[in-house]
C-alpha cells in the first residue's frame, strides 16, 4: 500500500492550500539544480577529450548522463510511490552533490571511467529533477496544473545562466586541474537546491483513491498516452540529438569555443524561456496545439542549419530547437497529466519519462557517430524522420482538431 512522509501531507480540507509555496520552491529548486545538465554539456566532451584514452570515446561521459537519467527514472518513481515525492528529492539531490564530488575527483586524479561514473550520478540527479514539472501539476487543482507545471520549467532559464557562470568563474579556480573547482560548486549547488526542497508540502491523495489503481499496460495502451508519448520522446530525443552534435560541428567549421558555449547558452535559455507562458498557450489553445507547434519550430530549426554552418546559422538552429523543444515537451507532460488517475500518477509519469530518457540516450550514443562519418547535414537531415513520426501521431489520432480550450 503506498504511503507518504509526513513533509508530503497536507490537510484533507484543502489539499491545494500549499500551491503558491511549493511552486515557487520547485521552481528556485529547477533553477539551482538544473544547473547540474548544463554543467555536464559545456564541460563533459572537454574534459572526455582530455581523460580518455581513446578520443572517439570524448562525449561518452555526455551519453553516459542519459543513460544515468533513463535508469534511475522508474526507481525514482518508485521511492516517489512508496515514500512521497520529498524522499525522491532529496535522494536526488544526494546523487547531485555525489556527481559534483566525484567529478571533482576524477578530474584531480585524471580518471575517465571515474569522471563517466559521476555523469551517470549527474544524469540520476537530472531525472529527479525533471519530475519536478508533475509535483508542480500535483499542488495544483485540475486547471491550474499546466501553468503550474510550466511556472516550474520557467525555473530553467536561470539554470541556463547559472551553470555556464559557473563553469566560467570556477574552472581556472584549482590550477592545473581545469573544471575540478567547477564540480565542487557544482555539489554546493546542489545542496542548496536539496534545502529549498526540504519546505516543499505536497498533497496526499484521499484515502479512497490511494489504491493501486489500472495495470500499467491498460494505462499505456490509451491512444492519449502513446500519442503524448511520441511527442514527448521526440520532442527531447531531437533536442539532445542536435545539441549534443552543434557544439562539435561547430568546432569541426572552425568557429571558436565561444561561439560554441554562446550558442549553447541561448540555446538553454531558450528551452525554458517560454514556460512563463506555455501553460496560459496550453490552457487557452489546448496541449495538441501546442506541442505540434513545438514540432514546426524543431522542423524549422533542422532547416536554417542546412542552409550554411555560420555562426548566425548555429545560434538559430539551436535558439529555435530549444524553442520547439519546450512547447512539444512541456505540451506532451500535459498531455501525460489527462491519462492517470491521481493514484497512479507517480507509476505512470515514470514510465513516461524512461521511454522519453530511454530514447534519448539512444540519439546521444548516435549523434556523435553520425557527425564524425557523415557530417552536420546528414545530422539535421536524420532528424526529420523522427519529427514525421509524431505529426503521424498527432494527426491520427485527431488530437488537434479534438483540442478545444482547456487541455
Known amino acids: 500500500m503506498p504511503h507518504a512522509t509526513t513533509a508530503d501531507r497536507a490537510e484533507p480540507a484543502d489539499p491545494y492550500r500549499h500551491e503558491k509555496g511549493n ?40 551519453s553516459i548522463f542519459v543513460v544515468g537519467m533513463a535508469a534511475c527514472t522508474l526507481p525514482a518513481g ?7 515525492r520529498r524522499a525522491a528529492f532529496l535522494a536526488g539531490t544526494g546523487c547531485g552533490m555525489l556527481a559534483g564530488l566525484l567529478a571533482a575527483l576524477a578530474v584531480v ?83 542548496i537546491s536539496a534545502v529549498i526542497l526540504l519546505g516543499v508540502r505536497l498533497p496526499v491523495p484521499p484515502r479512497a483513491e490511494t489504491g493501486r489503481g489500472r495495470p500499467l499496460g491498460v494505462i499505456a495502451r490509451q ?56 501553460g496560459r498557450l496550453i490552457t487557452r489553445f489546448g496541449a495538441p496545439r501546442v506541442v505540434m507547434a513545438g514540432l514546426a519550430l524543431t522542423a524549422a530549426s533542422a532547416a536554417i542549419g542546412l542552409t550554411g554552418v555560420a555562426v548566425a546559422h548555429f545560434w538559430v538552429t539551436l535558439i529555435l530547437l530549444g524553442l520547439g523543444w519546450n512547447f512539444g515537451f512541456v505540451g506532451a507532460s500535459a498531455m501525460v497529466l489527462e491519462c492517470h488517475r ?4 507517480a507509476r505512470v509519469q515514470s514510465f513516461n519519462d524512461f521511454a522519453v530518457f530511454g ?25 526529420f524522420i523522427p519529427l514525421i513520426a509524431a505529426v503521424a501521431a498527432l494527426t491520427v489520432s485527431g488530437a488537434p482538431r479534438r483540442a478545444g480550450g482547456a487541455a
Open 223 to 278: 491512444p492519449r498516452f502513446i500519442t503524448a508519448v511520441v511527442c514527448g520522446v521526440v520532442s527531447y530525443l531531437l533536442m539532445n540529438f542536435l545539441m549534443t552534435a552543434a557544439p562539435l560541428a561547430m568546432r569541426m567549421c572552425g568557429l571558436s569555443q565561444e561561439a560554441a558555449n554562446l550558442g549553447l547558452q541561448w540555446h538553454v535559455i531558450a528551452m525554458y524561456g517560454p514556460s512563463f507562458f506555455t
Open 78 to 84: 518508485a521511492i516517489a510511490q512508496r515514500h512521497g
Open 359 to 383: 530514447t534519448m540516450a539512444l540519439g546521444s550514443f548516435l549523434s556523435g557517430g553520425l557527425l564524425t562519418a557523415y557530417g552536420w547535414d546528414t545530422v539535421l537531415w536524420m532528424s
Open 109 to 191: 586524479l585524471g580518471s575517465f571511467w571515474l569522471f563517466c561514473a559521476a555523469t551517470f550520478f549527474g544524469g540520476a540527479y537530472a531525472a529527479v529533477v525533471l519530475s519536478f514539472r508533475f509535483a508542480a501539476a500535483d499542488c495544483a487543482p485540475p486547471e491550474r496544473r499546466p501553468r503550474a507545471l510550466s511556472a516550474v520549467m520557467a525555473g530553467g532559464v536561470f539554470a541556463g545562466v547559472i551553470g555556464p557562470q559557473l563553469v566560467t568563474f570556477t574552472m581556472d579556480m584549482w590550477l592545473p586541474h581545469v573544471f575540478a573547482a567547477t564540480f565542487v560548486a557544482q555539489a554546493a549547488v546542489a545542496a
Open 23 to 62: 511552486v515557487l520552491r520547485l521552481a528556485v529548486a529547477q533553477a539551482f539544480a538544473g544547473a547540474n545538465a548544463t554543467i555536464v554539456y559545456a564541460t563533459g566532451a572537454i574534459i572526455g577529450n582530455t581523460l580518455a584514452p581513446d578520443r572517439s570515446l570524448a562525449t561518452l561521459p555526455i
Open 342 to 345: 491521481p493514484e497512479e500518477r
